[in-house]
């Protein structure tokens, strides 16, 4: 078997064992165990937890002592053992802590994932900038393929999902040990763990502009996790007015459909950002969630299905166009010496803080609209427009910023 299909492998493997419980958990923790909207939320919370810290210390461990392909199967082996575990639990508090060590060891899989493809192709001279992208793809590929496994199989509502889910974990680690070697260096390259998490690029937070850009990574950070946390939940919950509907027997179909779109919007990033620039594009994305937001309010699986599948396709954009260029515009503006840094800065700002504020704040949301188990879902998906409507609004007077026309981005040193 080649080396990039080896990789495709791992790769497809990596976000399958993800997209198999990601998307679905939320409705069977608030349809069939009933917790509550801050219960699900504080579940939610735990990759924001995870993302903060344990990226970085996985990753001193993999330059010093212990092989990354090893260490990334070490991983998902724990993991195995913590879905396998979360599937038999329906305490809220168990299960939020049993879920918290999955993501400690699950999230930092993403980059070892990234590290291993890395040496790996490098050690093999490929072009990783040509080769890796096309491999990476395949990522995206497993977790919709998850997903539609999960609903088809009937299991988005039961346990069964977290044991499919563990059981692809069980392999993949077992998979991961026939990789071939990627040894530490045992370098002392000066990288402190400090470094690592990105803590000292804080000192951009001197300049008003990445300041600002900063603050408002970490608010639409808070809005990623909202409709993976709550989307099938919502869906649902009109089980008793469109119960035959496509929306309401299949709604991890339906909400792969983002997934979908968010692999189509990224071809178009390049020429946005050279159009456009980086504030403008980031204003897209913020009423992109406005619109995601507030066609899951007026929308409906009956006549209101075009709106949802709308809101679905604008969640492409939504997403990408904040993740990968805010990504983008951090590796161009920040200083050459502390661009790694700045990286973990934007990543501890939306994937650590940012998802934690949204995960647990979304949930209060949810419970405050909610009465005698019922909740008022166009109440609730309103109050997420209207945040990021006030967002999009404040967004373009707070931070100032020229575009040049024809750059790839408008950043320059």
């Known amino acids: 078997m080649g080396i990039k299909l080896r990789l495709t492998i791992l790769n497809f493997l990596q976000f399958f064992v993800w997209g198999s419980w990601?998307?679905?958990?939320?409705?069977?923790?608030?349809?069939?165990?009933?917790?509550?909207?801050?219960?699900?939320?504080?579940?939610?919370?735990?990759?924001?937890?995870?993302?903060?810290?344990?990226?970085?210390?996985?990753?001193?461990?993999?330059?010093?002592?212990?092989n990354a392909e090893r260490l990334l199967g070490i991983c998902h082996l724990l993991g195995a053992g913590m879905l396998y575990w979360a599937s038999t639990v329906t305490d809220p508090d168990t299960f939020f802590l049993v879920m918290l060590l999955n993501s400690f060891f699950y999230m930092p899989t993403i980059s070892l994932n990234n590290t291993v493809s890395y040496?790996?192709?490098?050690?093999?001279?490929?072009?990783?900038?040509?080769?890796?992208?096309?491999?990476r793809v395949w990522g995206t590929v497993g977790f919709i393929v998850a997903m539609w496994t999960v609903d088809l199989a009937g299991w988005k509502s039961n346990n069964m999902q977290l044991i499919f889910s563990s059981v692809s974990a069980l392999f993949l680690g077992l998979y991961a040990f026939s990789i071939p070697a990627c040894k530490p260096l045992r370098a002392n390259n000066g990288s402190s763990l400090a470094s690592k998490l990105g803590l000292d690029a804080f000192v951009l937070f001197k300049d008003r502009k990445m300041a600002i850009f900063f603050f408002f990574s970490m608010c639409l950070g808070a809005a990623l996790q909202i409709t993976n946390a709550f989307g099938g939940a919502f869906l649902d919950s009109f089980q008793s007015t469109f119960p035959d509907t496509f929306a309401v027997q299949h709604p991890i179909l339906l909400l792969s459909i983002s997934q979908i779109s968010e692999?189509?919007?990224?071809?178009?990033?390049?020429?946005?950002?050279?159009?456009?620039?980086?504030?403008?594009?980031?204003l897209m994305s913020m009423f992109a969630w406005v619109f995601r937001f507030g066609l899951f309010s007026i929308g409906n699986p009956g006549s209101g299905l075009p709106l949802l599948i709308l809101s679905m396709i604008i969640y492409g954009m939504a997403f990408d166009f904040f993740n990968i260029s805010g990504s983008l515009f951090v590796e161009k503006e920040a200083p050459q010496s502390m661009r790694a840094s700045a990286q973990g800065l934007f990543m501890f700002m939306t994937n650590g803080i940012g998802a934690m504020i949204g995960g647990y704040g979304s949930g209060l949301v949810v419970d405050h609209y909610t009465l005698n188990g019922v909740s008022d879902w166009p109440s609730i998906w309103m109050?997420?427009?209207?945040?990021?409507?006030?967002?999009?609004?404040?967004?373009?007077?707070?931070?100032?910023?020229?575009?040049?026309?024809?750059?790839?981005?408008?950043?320059?040193?």
Do not use: C
Request: glycine fraction near 8%; charged fraction near 15%; aromatic fraction near 16%.
């Open 22 to 66: 990601l998307i679905s958990i939320g409705g069977y923790l608030f349809g069939s165990l009933h917790f509550s909207g801050e219960q699900i939320g504080r579940v939610f919370s735990t990759l924001g937890i995870a993302s903060i810290i344990m990226p970085a210390i996985t990753g001193i461990i993999a330059d010093k002592w212990i």
């Open 119 to 135: 040496i790996v192709l490098e050690s093999n001279k490929y072009d990783i900038i040509k080769v890796f992208p096309p491999i």
């Open 263 to 282: 692999t189509l919007f990224i071809l178009t990033i390049p020429f946005f950002l050279k159009k456009f620039g980086i504030k403008k594009v980031m």
């Open 383 to 413: 109050v997420f427009t209207i945040y990021a409507l006030i967002l999009g609004l404040i967004f373009p007077f707070a931070f100032k910023y020229k575009h040049e026309t024809g750059a790839v981005t408008e950043v320059r040193h």
